[in-house]
């Protein structure tokens, strides 16, 4: 079982960056497959990167390819979200997930463990 706590998040102007950060527990974080989800109000959560156990394989909704980037650090047992060029569409509560497993799912159905989100808002 993973643990998983988000930090990161805050308030920020549209065209600026945020990096979010993913610390999971356990000693066996490299066997996981790390995604990030967003979900603003009255919306359904969606996917918005995933990133392979080794970080050698990534993916990116269309919405923020180009300005978002995913990675991790194994020895740190931690998945980052660098954010770039926001746009006020960005705003939501971000949570990152993890899934034991070779693929890079990009469902939230798929994955079994989750942290509790931090709040992204972009103003205009």
């Known amino acids: 079982q993973v643990q998983l706590v988000e930090s990161g998040g805050g308030l920020v102007q549209a065209g600026g960056s945020l990096r979010l950060s993913c610390a999971a527990s356990g000693r066996t974080f490299s066997s996981y497959a790390m995604g990030w989800f967003r979900q603003a109000p009255g919306k359904e959560r969606e996917f918005v990167a995933a990133i392979s156990r080794s970080g050698g394989t990534t993916y990116y909704a269309e919405s923020v390819k180009g300005r978002f980037i995913i990675s991790r650090d194994n020895a740190k047992n931690t998945v980052y979200l660098q954010m770039n060029s926001l746009k006020p569409e960005d705003t939501a509560v971000y949570s990152c997930?993890?899934?034991?497993?070779?693929?890079?799912?990009?469902?939230?159905?798929?994955?079994?463990?989750w942290g509790q989100g931090t709040q992204v808002t972009v103003s205009s």
């Open positions: 997930a993890a899934l034991q497993t070779y693929t890079v799912p990009q469902r939230p159905a798929e994955y079994h463990y």
